[in-house]
């Protein structure tokens, strides 16, 4: 049976567009990488979805990767067991060939337009170009309104927190898991991701997906804010220091330093956040191999003073309702800025030759099958 995962390779964060699309494949571990280059609207996340379904059909576990932009849009797929990623080459996300020929291939959608009956709109298309430059340099800086925010709630949730006491849960945790492995001469190698993204519809999170072949799960819920990235970093250097190779999934207000989410597939053992903005429920999660998932809870407003918490209440019930504020108005504005890009696809979209396109496709996958 096929094991479909989402989850998005890059994200819209305070610090811009930020990417993690060096991890979709490393060159040694690939058979084949294909950059797809083409324009807005050329055809390539329909490209890359065809495929994906086609192999999924087959049998074969598939990663979709999806724009932040517009979450119904992919930046890229790997097909795990043959161990070959198709990836959106183009702006903002850049990939070109590293080791061209042995491994990396590139495949042009611009062949297959009608260049003249682009050029026709060429200054309309520099126009919204710049138009939607302009609406994402706003989003950002409400993102950057909203990581202040967001830092200010963390500092009163540090103040609270019982460190000792949830420190000696964690290590209860290590040592249950990983008691009977040695450490390694070999350490395990670590990707990162992002579970949930802020696009133009507001936060989409595909968590549930990641968990489909885990047998045991550890849901934290921690409040908006609160970073756990220290405990966090506690289970993925034990996993990694005996072997386990592993994927962490970032937070898109902290891209480069809270780990919001943990997968060890060796051992099929998670941990995953929740709070009101990436909300999991235990019915959501069903195992694909239908076997029995083992699901531990930790509250961490358990292991937190209950009267810094009262006493900080007004505070926090404000924090939380401005940084509501500012995550819509982010929402609002790359929403803005996703309606000025299809503007521009709507101009590309006519001037392609997609009956050609469909024949590539078709090669492509034949080519793969192989």
Same mark, same amino acid.
């Given at each position: 049976?096929?094991?479909?995962?989402?989850?998005?390779?890059?994200?819209?964060?305070?610090? $811009?567009?930020?990417? !993690?699309?060096?991890?979709?494949?490393?060159?040694?571990?690939?058979?084949?990488?294909?950059?797809?280059?083409?324009?807005?609207?050329?055809?390539?996340?329909?490209?890359?979805?065809?495929? =994906?379904?086609?192999?999924?059909?087959?049998?074969?576990?598939?990663?979709?990767?999806?724009?932040?932009?517009?979450?119904?849009?992919?930046?890229?797929?790997?097909?795990?067991?043959?161990?070959?990623?198709?990836?959106?080459?183009?702006?903002?996300?850049?990939?070109?060939?590293?080791?061209? $020929?042995?491994?990396?291939?590139?495949?042009?959608? %611009?062949?297959?337009?009608?260049? #003249?009956?682009?050029?026709?709109?060429?200054?309309?298309?520099?126009?919204?170009?710049?138009?939607?430059?302009?609406?994402?340099?706003?989003? !950002?800086?409400?993102?950057?309104?909203?990581?202040?925010? @967001?830092?200010?709630?963390?500092?009163?949730?540090?103040?609270?927190?019982?460190?000792?006491?949830?420190?000696?849960?964690?290590?209860?945790?290590?040592?249950?898991?990983?008691?009977? !492995?040695? &450490?390694?001469?070999?350490?395990?190698?670590?990707?990162?991701?992002?579970?949930?993204?802020?696009?133009?519809? %507001?936060?989409?999170?595909?968590?549930?997906?990641?968990?489909?072949?885990?047998?045991?799960?550890?849901?934290?819920?921690?409040? /908006?804010?609160?970073?756990?990235?220290?405990?966090? #970093?506690?289970?993925?250097? %034990? +996993?990694?220091?005996? %072997?386990?190779?592993?994927?962490?999934?970032?937070?898109?207000?902290?891209?480069?330093?809270?780990?919001?989410?943990?997968?060890?597939?060796?051992?099929?053992?998670?941990?995953?956040?929740?709070?009101?903005?990436?909300? /999991?429920?235990?019915?959501?999660?069903?195992?694909?191999? =239908?076997?029995?998932?083992?699901? +531990? @809870? &930790?509250?961490?407003?358990?292991?937190?003073?209950?009267?810094?918490?009262?006493?900080?209440?007004?505070?926090?019930?404000?924090?939380?309702?401005?940084?509501?504020?500012?995550?819509?108005?982010?929402?609002?504005?790359?929403?803005?800025?996703?309606?000025?890009?299809?503007?521009?696809?709507?101009? !590309?979209?006519?001037?392609?030759? @997609?009956?050609?396109?469909?024949?590539?496709?078709?090669?492509?996958?034949?080519?793969?099958?192989?």
């Amino acid at each position: 049976m096929s094991v479909q995962r989402h989850y998005f390779p890059g994200n819209n964060t305070p610090l $811009g567009f930020f990417s !993690y699309y060096k991890y979709i494949l490393g060159q040694r571990e690939a058979n084949r990488i294909i950059c797809i280059k083409g324009g807005p609207g050329t055809g390539k996340s329909t490209f890359m979805k065809k495929i =994906g379904e086609y192999f999924s059909e087959k049998g074969e576990d598939i990663d979709f990767l999806h724009c932040s932009a517009d979450e119904n849009s992919l930046d890229g797929i790997v097909i795990k067991n043959k161990k070959i990623a198709l990836i959106d080459g183009t702006s903002p996300h850049i990939t070109d060939p590293i080791t061209p $020929g042995a491994v990396d291939r590139i495949v042009n959608l %611009g062949e297959y337009w009608n260049e #003249e009956g682009i050029a026709v709109n060429k200054n309309e298309i520099i126009d919204l170009n710049e138009e939607t430059s302009r609406w994402y340099r706003i989003a !950002y800086n409400y993102l950057n309104a909203a990581k202040s925010v @967001f830092r200010s709630l963390e500092e009163v949730y540090s103040q609270a927190l019982e460190a000792s006491e949830i420190y000696r849960v964690i290590a209860d945790i290590v040592e249950r898991e990983y008691g009977e !492995y040695d &450490i390694s001469l070999r350490p395990g190698k670590v990707k990162k991701f992002f579970a949930s993204g802020i696009t133009a519809t %507001g936060n989409v999170n595909y968590i549930t997906s990641l968990l489909g072949n885990m047998e045991k799960i550890y849901m934290i819920n921690v409040p /908006v804010g609160y970073s756990n990235t220290s405990l966090m #970093e506690i289970v993925s250097e %034990g +996993a990694v220091y005996r %072997g386990f190779d592993i994927e962490t999934y970032y937070c898109a207000m902290s891209p480069e330093e809270k780990i919001e989410h943990i997968i060890i597939p060796e051992l099929k053992t998670a941990f995953i956040s929740v709070n009101r903005y990436h909300d /999991v429920e235990p019915w959501e999660i069903v195992n694909v191999e =239908g076997k029995e998932q083992q699901i +531990a @809870f &930790i509250d961490m407003n358990d292991y937190m003073d209950s009267m810094v918490l009262q006493n900080n209440e007004e505070l926090i019930e404000t924090l939380n309702d401005e940084y509501d504020i500012l995550l819509n108005n982010t929402v609002k504005y790359l929403s803005k800025a996703k309606e000025a890009h299809l503007m521009v696809e709507s101009m !590309y979209i006519p001037n392609m030759n @997609f009956t050609q396109i469909g024949a590539l496709i078709e090669e492509l996958e034949t080519e793969l099958d192989k």
